[in-house]
Structure formats: structure tokens, C-alpha cells
């Protein structure tokens, strides 16, 4: 199994650009999550998903959609990026949203805006 | 609001030492506490998930405790290794009514092993 798996690793974008980071897990997990980790800060939860079809918002989700069409894939788009989204993003998987569930998380994106 | 908080924010010990990390959380209707550690520039490892239920678990050379009744965890690093440097990060797990909430995260507790 590759894990969880995070594309790009590394993207740089002018304030008012999209994109989209990719996230993938090949465990057949149910519950995937994204979250952005800055200097000084913990984690901090941007958007969940409990299956295919579903998802909802964490802590910070102001700027960011997701979406959820198989379960596989969740990836996280930048609408109109902005420096303050300047973090690195990290992707998360467990087989559901049980107590007894590990998260596995990806390897991260680091993204500057400019 | 739950808060995690880690203490100390930074260690520097000799190798094979034992050692303890500490995490305080202030809401104790948690489901579960995790301990993930995070090497420079990668992605997070769990370390070991305590259910609310559970007073400790055991891995190896770790062992991590839960007192859900006074909010604390701690993690224990018995006999250091160089390689056990990294960021050792706590975080607690939280189900809201409304849905399945994701980990709330203390700030991590950087730890070099001098060798």
C-alpha cells in the first residue's frame, strides 16, 4: 500500500490564483481530513469527510472547498489563494471516525503566496 | 474551546536517558489521545492512540498514559535514541453532536537525543 499519498509537494502561487491539492489513500478508509500546520501553531482541522458524498467543515474553512466523489480522492482547492494560506497542508485518512481509528497522514504541501 | 497544551516546547537530553513528554487537554469528554511523531519536513507517524476508556498503551520503548478525569497524557521514551529526535505532537480526538470532528493538536514538543 502506498498510504496516503499528497500532490504537489511544493507549489508557489500569486495571491488570486487556484488550485487544487490532491490527496489520495489506497486503504479503502472512510474518514479523510485536511488540515494546515503553521510556525508557532498546532494543526489545525480545514475540512472532513466522513464517506463519499459527504463532507464538512473544521476549525478554519474559510477559503477552501472540498469535495468527496469516491473514496479514494479528497482534494482541497484554493479559490482565490491569499498569503495568509501561505502553510503547509496536510491530508489524513483513518477507516472511520471510531475512537479506536488511527489517522495516517500524508506527506504534507508546502505552499507560498506571493 | 478544547485546548492542548505541550510541556516543554523543547528538550535536549543525552542519549539513554529516559524521559517524559507531557500534554494537558481542557475539555475531558475526549474519545481518544493520540501521540504522532513528526520528522523535519515530513509527514506525521501515531505513535500510539489511548482510548477514553484506557489508562495507558505500550509500544516498544514507549508507553503513554491517559487521566481523562485531570487532562493529562504522558509520554514515556525509555533508553533515548539519537534517532528518537523529532517533533513528538499530541492531540485529542473530540465527537460533537453535529458530526465526526477531526484532532485537536497540541503545539509538539521538539526533542534532540545528543548522542
Same mark, same amino acid.
Given at each position: 500500500?502506498?498510504?496516503?499519498?499528497?500532490?504537489?509537494?511544493?507549489?508557489?502561487?500569486?495571491?488570486?490564483?487556484?488550485?487544487?491539492?490532491?490527496?489520495?489513500?489506497?486503504?479503502?478508509?472512510?474518514?479523510?481530513?485536511?488540515?494546515?500546520?503553521?510556525?508557532?501553531?498546532?494543526?489545525?482541522?480545514?475540512?472532513?469527510?466522513?464517506?463519499?458524498?459527504?463532507?464538512?467543515?473544521?476549525?478554519?474553512?474559510?477559503?477552501?472547498?472540498?469535495?468527496?466523489?469516491?473514496?479514494?480522492?479528497?482534494?482541497?482547492?484554493?479559490?482565490?489563494?491569499?498569503?495568509?494560506?501561505?502553510?503547509?497542508?496536510?491530508?489524513?485518512?483513518?477507516?472511520?471516525?471510531?475512537?479506536?481509528?488511527?489517522?495516517?497522514?500524508?506527506?504534507?504541501?508546502?505552499?507560498?503566496?506571493? | 474551546?478544547?485546548?492542548?497544551?505541550?510541556?516543554?516546547?523543547?528538550? $535536549?537530553?543525552?542519549? #539513554?536517558? %529516559?524521559?517524559?513528554? %507531557? +500534554?494537558?487537554?481542557?475539555?475531558?469528554?475526549?474519545? %481518544?489521545?493520540?501521540?504522532?511523531?513528526?520528522?523535519?519536513?515530513?509527514?506525521?507517524?501515531?505513535?500510539?492512540?489511548?482510548? $477514553?476508556?484506557?489508562?495507558?498503551?505500550? $509500544? #516498544?520503548?514507549?508507553?503513554?498514559?491517559?487521566?481523562?478525569?485531570?487532562?493529562?497524557?504522558?509520554?514515556?521514551?525509555?533508553?533515548?535514541?539519537?534517532?528518537?529526535?523529532?517533533?513528538?505532537? +499530541?492531540?485529542?480526538?473530540?465527537?460533537?453532536? #453535529?458530526?465526526?470532528?477531526?484532532?485537536?493538536?497540541?503545539? #509538539?514538543?521538539?526533542?534532540?537525543?545528543?548522542?
Amino acid at each position: 500500500n502506498a498510504g496516503v499519498t499528497q500532490t504537489p509537494k511544493f507549489q508557489v502561487l500569486k495571491t488570486g490564483q487556484s488550485m487544487t491539492l490532491q490527496c489520495a489513500q489506497d486503504m479503502n478508509h472512510e474518514y479523510m481530513s485536511w488540515y494546515r500546520q503553521d510556525p508557532g501553531m498546532g494543526l489545525r482541522l480545514i475540512h472532513y469527510s466522513v464517506g463519499a458524498g459527504i463532507t464538512d467543515q473544521g476549525e478554519v474553512p474559510n477559503g477552501y472547498n472540498v469535495s468527496r466523489s469516491t473514496t479514494e480522492d479528497f482534494p482541497l482547492r484554493l479559490l482565490s489563494a491569499a498569503p495568509s494560506q501561505t502553510s503547509v497542508y496536510f491530508c489524513a485518512s483513518s477507516y472511520s471516525a471510531a475512537s479506536t481509528d488511527t489517522q495516517y497522514f500524508g506527506p504534507g504541501t508546502r505552499l507560498t503566496v506571493l | 474551546k478544547q485546548e492542548v497544551t505541550q510541556i516543554p516546547a523543547a528538550l $535536549s537530553v543525552p542519549e #539513554g536517558e %529516559n524521559l517524559v513528554l %507531557n +500534554c494537558s487537554f481542557t475539555d475531558s469528554a475526549i474519545y %481518544n489521545l493520540q501521540w504522532f511523531r513528526q520528522d523535519p519536513g515530513k509527514g506525521l507517524t501515531s505513535l500510539l492512540l489511548i482510548q $477514553s476508556s484506557q489508562r495507558e498503551q505500550t $509500544s #516498544g520503548r514507549l508507553n503513554a498514559s491517559l487521566d481523562k478525569s485531570s487532562g493529562r497524557s504522558t509520554l514515556y521514551i525509555a533508553a533515548s535514541q539519537p534517532g528518537d529526535s523529532a517533533t513528538y505532537l +499530541c492531540a485529542v480526538k473530540v465527537y460533537s453532536g #453535529g458530526g465526526a470532528d477531526g484532532l485537536t493538536f497540541g503545539k #509538539g514538543t521538539h526533542l534532540i537525543i545528543q548522542p
